[in-house]
Nanobody, 118 residues
Framework: QLPFVESGGGLVQPGGSLRLSCGAS?????????MSWYRQAPGKGREWLGR????????LWEDSVKGRFTITSDNAKKTMYLQMNNLRSEDTAVYFC??????????WGQGTQVTVSS
């Protein structure tokens, strides 16, 4: 089981915005690990979207979401966010947060569903 849970998904119209959350539990701290967001669209494999460093001062993005998505981290609230703007129908997917230890061990959360539709 991962020490964080995704939430905040929902239905949004094309061009709209949505903010997803990745909430930590227990003693887990986002300041100890680089964190990434991923998504998996229906019938497709899981896709890496972007990463924020443990210090929170650097991010790296996959080209299809660069400039539309941002990652922030609030260590006091033990929450990481994925702000998604100008959403498109092709952004419809289940979204996941994860870190390297989770990936290497094949652990993934339930994710949160984002549906972009008019």
């Amino acid at each position: 089981q991962l020490p964080f849970v995704e939430s905040g998904g929902g239905l949004v119209q094309p061009g709209g915005s949505l903010r997803l959350s990745c909430g930590a539990s227990g003693g887990f701290s986002f300041s100890d690990y680089d964190m990434s967001w991923y998504r998996q669209a229906p019938g497709k494999g899981r896709e890496w979207l972007g990463r924020i460093t443990r210090s929170g001062d650097d991010t790296l993005w996959e080209d299809s979401v660069k400039g539309r998505f941002t990652i922030t981290s609030d260590n006091a609230k033990k929450t990481m966010y994925l702000q998604m703007n100008n959403l498109r129908s092709e952004d419809t997917a289940v979204y996941f947060c994860n870190y390297v230890p989770g990936q290497l061990s094949g652990r993934w959360g339930q994710g949160t569903q984002v549906t972009v539709s008019s």
